[in-house]
Nanobody
Framework: QVQLVESGGGLVEAGGSLRLSCAASGRTSTMGWFRQVPGNEREFVATINWSGGRTAYADSVKGRFTISRDNSKNMMYLQMNSLKPEDTAVYYC??????????????????WGQGTQVTVSS
C-alpha cells in the first residue's frame, strides 16, 4: 500500500506559477499528475518514469508545466508556469508499483492522493 499526499495548490492570477508536490509513503515506479473539473472526467496532465529520465505531457500543458521527482525523498513535483484560467481544477497525483513505462490512462494507476485545488483567476 502506498499513500500519496499532494500540496502546493492555491489561488493564482493568470500568468502566474505554482509548484505542486506529491509525497509518497514508500518507493514507487511510474507516477503521474491528473486534474479534474467538477462534472468532467479526470484528465491526464503529465507522467514520469521511475528514474525521471522520461516524461510526457498533455498537449494543453506542454511547454508550461514540468514534472520531476526526487526518489531520495519519495517526492514528485509539478512546476506550473504561465497558468491560464482553464488550468483551474483539482490536481491529483497517482502511482503504481512495478511499472516502468509512461502511463497516460488513469485506470492503470493503483494509488491516488486526495487532490489539491488550483484556481487561476483571469
Amino acid at each position: 500500500q502506498v499513500q500519496l499526499v499532494e500540496s502546493g495548490g492555491g489561488l493564482v492570477e493568470a500568468g502566474g506559477s505554482l509548484r505542486l508536490s506529491c509525497a509518497a509513503s514508500g518507493r514507487t515506479s511510474t507516477m503521474g499528475w491528473f486534474r479534474q473539473v467538477p462534472g468532467n472526467e479526470r484528465e491526464f496532465v503529465a507522467t514520469i518514469n521511475w528514474s525521471g529520465g522520461r516524461t510526457a505531457y498533455a498537449d494543453s500543458v506542454k511547454g508550461r508545466f514540468t514534472i520531476s521527482r526526487d526518489n531520495s525523498k519519495n517526492m514528485m513535483y509539478l512546476q506550473m508556469n504561465s497558468l491560464k484560467p482553464e488550468d483551474t481544477a483539482v490536481y491529483y497525483c497517482a502511482t503504481i508499483r512495478g511499472r516502468f513505462d509512461l502511463i497516460y490512462r488513469d485506470s492503470e494507476y493503483d494509488y491516488w492522493g486526495q487532490g489539491t485545488q488550483v484556481t487561476v483567476s483571469s
